[in-house]
């Protein structure tokens, strides 16, 4: 299925939205390329695995192409042994807000500590009310995409 996701981040700054979490599923993922113009992801959600291609962002990093497919587990696991160095692994939690999905990644391993929210709108003007326990805005900002992550994880950032 292919689409153009459009979709802000925020760090978190407070475990509010565990309360409100309507789900929380383990997600694992690698990258089989991280070139700045596409990246192609291999990600198992739960019992189920994902095989997606995403484009280069716009200039304000809300929007970009995304092509993904559904497979079976065991080809998205044998397809990680193929992967860049590094691999994600989270949990994520789904709350709804005021009728918008956010979803919250708690980062595990190498990014031990990054709380990443991010919101998926119709289009890049949408608004939405935002809950209390949502920080600052990260859209754009590179360092957070997760096929960042695994090239620089959390935990060697300088703080």
């Known amino acids: 299925m292919e689409h153009l996701e459009i979709e ?3 760090l978190v700054k407070s475990d509010e939205y565990r309360e ?3 789900s929380k599923t383990r997600i694992i993922q690698g990258f089989l ?3 700045p113009e596409r990246t ?3 990600r198992v959600t739960g019992e189920v695995g994902f095989l997606t291609v995403k484009g280069k962002s716009n ?3 809300t929007s970009r192409y995304e092509w993904e497919k559904e497979i079976e587990k065991e080809e998205a ?4 042994k193929l992967c860049e160095p590094g691999i994600i692994d989270k949990y994520r939690y789904e709350v709804d807000f005021e009728g918008k999905l956010f979803e919250i990644d708690e980062f595990a391993g190498d990014n031990l500590g990054l709380v990443i929210a991010e919101i998926e709108l119709k289009n890049e ?4 009310e935002k809950p209390g326990w949502l920080g600052e ?3 754009g900002k590179v360092a957070y995409y997760n096929s960042q992550l695994i090239q620089k994880p959390y935990n060697q950032w300088k703080m």
């Open 8 to 10: 802000r981040k925020f």
């Open 20 to 22: 409100q979490a309507l």
């Open 77 to 80: 696991l044998s397809l990680m």
């Open 125 to 128: 003007n949408e608004t939405f």
């Open 40 to 42: 192609v992801r291999v």
């Open 137 to 139: 805005e990260v859209t």
């Open 59 to 61: 200039v304000s990093g």
């Open 33 to 35: 390329n991280t070139h």
